[in-house]
């Protein structure tokens, strides 16, 4: 404030502004603390007076019902609903994870292709972008959930390729890979060869500082992490075998499962939030100087190396902010999953766990307080992605 | 002045009454409207027809207390509820009366603020399934995937069953009866599981309801009824009581069309319930005709059994153990005296 600079009229305790100001933060502060301190108070009064079971002991119980995806395992007649919370967290955050990849890939993909200069693509990204921004987010889970459901076979009629990987309405099934003892031994090859490549990463860039000769990182890194495991899967004798399915009864027992619901979710909001990522990136592409495009032309560079290396890394500076948004929307737009079924944490645990235990106000706090720390992780992070980005001052 | 704002809303906000034990009685009398959560559509029970009309035996029940209370049957708000919303709906006094196919349990009863004010309809949990699936007992549907209604008995019905029978399922859980049986017609599950009376009439919104069947089997008690807010004695009786009314009417012979004829019957009971003599109506702190309203305008028990999920419907439900207890049922009411 300007105000605290001014000299004091005359002395006394109100008269300096600085001191009004703190006194005034306080009172403010005080009668704040005190209005949240009567409302809660008075929710836990009528709580309490309508005999309406209060405290966060339900986590104990054993919730008593199925669940249709579980990342951890679920059993439904002794885990909890402690277990379902979890459950449902970790099937928000897969949805999340996916999501937000798919959608950044697409996203970029599109936002660079409605500024090629091939009248075909730039037209395919613009329809691409109006159709899937204009039509709300619900009706679109809705209507890929109806379209992935009506498209496949019963069971009984399953697609299959290599009678190892079969697709029907339940889902898609693949076999599950079984680790057997020596198995550690390709995860120790992978460790090292992910280690291998930073060096080699630190020492292309050395190179390429001190020589300007470019080195194919990507084709060498992909070529020793996929070759050096795969490698020692055969010196140690093949440890990993796998688990396939087999149609027993009703439907497939063993392998891993991936039901609809989540291929629908995953469609939806990738599709949706892409579309605004897109955008995000041809804004940022737009605002860097044509200038700088010129003089990587004019220097003899390839199109796709400009875009890599001249455009792209100033564009990120426009794009980052924007896009933290996209991704916080996503992650909350999951919870529209309640719609078809997908058991993450709004359906699971703010439904159907509230549902049987009736404890409104605990469930509810637990479920916002989902969103508030993903909300806040995602934007920590982004924005130390941000700062990192930024043009430094030499 | 911010800081005097706060102050005076503060100052407010504790003067207003608490909501806690507000008499609903004089709360409905005074809204001159009954607030009462339905299901959001199972035909039979509340369910909208192609006119929009609110139809079915929970819908009835919802007129006979507006019937009881403000002497007119048709001073009703329906509202919608999915299973997961229709407590918290209560509880926070959005509705006046929850008569939404809900199953009386000790948990439901006791930690939830809630009461239960009698048995409208005894039901059990049973299985639809697609015919050509060729199962003709619920034993031999190990590994089958059910679709169920997220935060039912239902659901926990479900596990206790299969466990106990050594068998395995997969549940696919769904918010609105709706979504359930629409997943079921696509094929995402195997079967659908419920009470077996929605069953019936989920049954008939399929598009061919032949190629569909009923197990035989019925694993567990569902007895619905109507729920009220605990530490409202006063509304409590008056719901309670205008399910017995309903009853009693049955058990008397009284029916919609021949009420009017009734009033001048010499049986005492007859007399009692119409108000014609005793003091039934004021104890309750409602007109003496409360009773004669809600038969004259909605009907007894038999006649909102019967045109709903009866022989007059196309649900066609045997009345079964919903009989009176003077015919092999379980329905009895308490003696109006």
Known sequence: MNNSKLPPTSKGLFNSPQNRAIIFQVLSLAVVVLCIFYFVNNMFDNVAKRGITTGFSFLGETAGFGISQSLIPYDDTSSTFLDVFIVGLLNTILVGVIGIVLASIIGL?????????????????????????????????????????????????????????????????????????????????????????????????????????????????????????????????????????????????????????????????????????????????????????????????????????????????????????????????????????????????????????????????????????????????????????????? | MKVTKIALILGLASTLPHLVNAATLEQVTKKGVLNCGVSTGIPGFSATDSKGVWKGIDVDFCRSVAAAVLGDASKVKFIPLTAKERFTALQSGEIDVLARSSTWTATRDTSLGLNFAGVNYYDGQGFLINKDLGVTSAKELDGASFCIQAGTTTELNLTDYFKSNNMEY???????????????????????????????????????????????????????????????????????????????????????????????????????????????????????????????????YEEMFENNVGKNSPLNIDRGINNLWNQGGLMYAMPIR
Not at chain 2, 246 to 272: I, M, W, Y
Not at chain 2, 284 to 290: A, E, H, N, P, R
Request: aromatic share 10%.
């Open chain 1, 109 to 394: 993909m599109v936002g660079v292709g409605r500024l090629s200069s091939n009248y075909l693509v730039a037209k395919l990204s613009l329809v691409y972008i109006e159709t899937f921004r204009n039509i709300p987010i619900l009706l679109q889970i809705l209507f890929w959930y109806n379209v992935v459901l009506a498209a496949l076979p019963s069971p009984r009629q399953s697609i299959s390729y290599f009678d190892s990987i079969f697709i029907n309405n339940r889902g898609f099934i693949m076999p599950d890979p079984i680790f057997e003892s020596g198995s550690g031994f390709i995860l120790v090859a992978f460790l090292l060869a992910c280690i291998s490549v930073v060096f080699l990463a630190k020492w292309a860039t050395k190179r390429h500082d001190l020589t300007g000769e470019e080195f194919p990182l990507v084709k060498v890194a992909l070529a020793i992490i996929v070759l050096a495991p795969l490698l020692v899967f055969f010196i140690t004798g093949q440890p990993i075998s796998a688990e396939y399915p087999a149609l027993k009864g009703f439907n497939f027992k063993g392998g891993i499962t991936i039901i609809p619901e989540l291929l629908a979710l995953i469609f939806a909001l990738s599709i949706y939030t892409a579309t605004y990522i897109a955008e995000a990136v041809r804004a940022g592409i737009e605002a860097v100087p044509p200038g700088q495009k010129e003089a990587a032309k004019s220097l003899g560079l390839k199109d796709h190396v400009i875009l890599r290396k001249v455009v792209l890394p100033q564009a990120l500076r426009v794009i980052i902010p924007p896009v933290i948004n996209q991704y916080l929307n996503l992650v909350k737009n999951s919870s529209l999953a309640t719609a078809i079924g997908y058991p993450e944490v709004v359906t699971l645990f703010s439904g159907t766990t509230l549902n049987q235990v009736g404890q409104a106000i605990e469930i509810i706090l637990m479920t916002m307080a989902v969103y508030l720390v993903f909300s806040i992780v995602i934007s920590l992070l982004l924005n130390w992605v941000n700062a990192k980005m930024e043009i430094k001052g030499r």
């Open chain 2, 170 to 300: 997969k549940a696919v859980t769904f918010d609105t009866s709706g979504q359930t049986i629409d997943a079921f017609k696509k094929g995402r599950c195997d079967a659908v599981t419920s009470d077996a009376s929605q069953l019936y009439g989920l049954k008939i919104k399929l598009d061919n309801p032949n190629s569909a069947m009923v197990l035989p089997e019925i694993i567990s008690k569902e007895p619905l009824g109507p729920v009220v807010r605990q530490g409202d004695d006063e509304w409590f009786n008056v719901v309670r009581w205008t399910m017995f009314a309903t009853l009693e009417a049955e058990e008397l012979g009284v029916t919609a069309s021949n009420v009017d004829k009734q009033l001048k019957s010499a049986n005492p009971s007859v007399k009692r319930l119409l108000g014609v003599s005793g003091k039934a109506g004021e104890n309750l702190g409602l007109k003496s005709d409360w009773a004669y309203q809600i038969v004259k305008q909605v009907g007894n």
